[in-house]
């Protein structure tokens, strides 16, 4: 079932392997090679096959909805051995776009991480390094804490790959820097708010004077979706249409609390969980990068 295509001269193929890739694929693609480069030292095996969404659930199980809800489209494998029982075990997590990959990467990552520079950005510990680059979440696990080198040299090879990929959306970049705690920021990919026709958005963590709150993003394709989004949601929280010829609005949200949003182009803000005076201020200095 596994291909051996970079064979360490010299290497004794171990009689146990201590890490197995799963059995269980049920479809191929040709482009699952190209993906994994060479390592002097340590014999590559890729999974001849790849996971779809039809079958992530026999890999990922519990965590197989979180990726499909970020179009997840394909998932490749493959094992790194060397002659002194290391192993580095590679899943290569393939989504539509680079913000789906973002969204479910920033789902995953904590502010309190170790970050690395690796692709449009990664964390890691002694025995793993996730990074994300392209449409591509790259996540490498070793079976030993010293491998913590030759994981990194892995990750920065695979992302040589994908050079000129690497970056986080832009809309990251439209989010106020003052008060903004560091790699806060998500991407929500469904039901933002909980509601549906809300669709998608990015938010991130602001704390000011010990005060915790919010700022989303939502980026629709264009500013007739955005009007269309708007009023739905206004007139979920009864604003009275009378008083809709404007870009700010302050509305109660039944199950969110007060929150201001901003219309500006195609792009919906909103700033949550504060008070008034700090949503004007906010409101600001979202204006300056917007317009």
Same mark, same amino acid.
């Given at each position: 079932m596994i291909k051996r295509r970079a064979i360490f001269k010299g290497f004794v193929l171990m009689g146990m392997i201590v890490f197995l890739l799963p059995s269980v694929c049920l479809s191929s693609d040709d482009q699952a090679e190209d993906l994994f480069p060479e390592m002097e030292g340590w014999e590559l095996n890729v999974g001849d096959k790849v996971y779809t969404p039809d079958n992530l659930w026999d890999i990922i199980n519990g965590a197989a909805d979180s990726y499909l809800s970020y179009d997840f489209q394909k998932l490749y494998t493959a094992r790194y051995s060397n002659n002194q029982d290391g192993q580095m075990r590679v899943y290569i997590f393939e989504h539509s776009t680079p913000t789906n990959t973002f969204g479910i990467y920033?789902? !995953?990552? /904590?502010?309190?991480? !170790?970050? &690395?520079?690796?692709?449009?950005?990664?964390? +890691? /510990? /002694?025995?793993? =390094? =996730?990074f994300i680059t %392209?449409?591509?979440? &790259?996540?490498i696990n070793a079976n030993e804490a010293d491998l913590s080198d030759s994981m990194?040299?892995?990750a920065q090879r695979m992302d040589e790959e994908h050079s000129g990929k690497g970056k @986080?959306?832009?809309? $990251?970049? $439209?989010?106020? +820097?003052?008060? +903004? $705690?560091?790699?806060? !920021?998500?991407y929500i990919a469904n039901n933002f708010l909980g509601y549906s026709y809300l669709h998608s958005a990015f938010i991130a963590d602001y704390e000011q004077g010990g005060e915790s709150f919010q700022i989303f993003l939502i980026s629709p394709e264009n500013k007739q979706e955005t009007e269309e989004i708007l009023n739905k949601y206004l007139d979920f929280v009864e604003f009275p249409e009378d008083k809709r010829d404007k870009n700010q609005y302050s509305i109660e949200d039944p199950y969110n609390g007060s929150i201001l949003l901003y219309k500006s182009g195609k792009y919906l803000c909103?700033?949550? %969980?504060?008070?008034?005076?700090? +949503? !004007?201020? =906010? @409101?600001?200095? @979202?204006?300056?990068?917007l317009e």
């Open positions: 920033s789902q !995953e990552r /904590s502010s309190d991480y !170790e970050f &690395v520079n690796t692709g449009a950005q990664g964390f +890691k /510990s /002694s025995e793993s =390094y =996730y %392209g449409p591509y979440y &790259v996540q990194e040299e892995l @986080l959306p832009a809309e $990251l970049n $439209l989010f106020p +820097k003052k008060g +903004k $705690l560091k790699n806060s !920021e998500k909103g700033i949550m %969980g504060t008070d008034e005076n700090t +949503k !004007e201020q =906010y @409101l600001g200095m @979202l204006k300056d990068q």
